[in-house]
């Protein structure tokens, strides 16, 4: 039984600074891909942030210098610091697990809500 439970959302001003976590359970979070998706009212959700179980990680463009996504395997923790938001960057975000050897299983935590608003 899987779960990933997302923390840390709430609202900010412009320019602030959140920290996201993520707590999995019931699978091997070591050897996993994990990965920060957001989605916005009327747009598709898209990948923030992702770092896999070496430490590589890549970051969607509109983000990339100002969020960082780490990890501790110890803990099964998954982390988002977001650094310098700015209004577009409010959304639900989510917690996303995979695996290479088995990709299109993915699963999802419930989401926490970001806003940026002054």
């Known amino acids: 039984q899987v779960e990933l439970v997302e923390s840390g959302g709430g609202l900010v001003q412009p320019g602030g600074s959140l920290r996201l976590s993520c707590a999995a359970s019931g699978t091997n979070f070591a050897i996993a891909v994990m990965g920060w998706y957001r989605q916005a009212p009327g747009k598709e959700r898209e990948l923030v942030a992702q770092?896999?179980?070496?430490?590589?990680?890549n970051y969607v463009d509109s983000v990339n210098g100002r969020f960082t996504i780490s990890r501790d395997n110890a803990k099964s923790m998954l982390y988002l610091q977001m650094n310098n938001l700015k209004p577009e960057d409010t959304a639900v975000y989510y917690c996303?697990?995979?695996?290479?050897?088995?990709?299109?299983?993915?699963?999802w935590g419930q989401g926490t809500q970001v806003t940026v608003s002054s």
């Open positions: 996303n697990l995979w695996y290479y050897y088995d990709p299109k299983k993915a699963y």
């Open positions: 770092i896999t179980s070496g430490g590589s990680r």
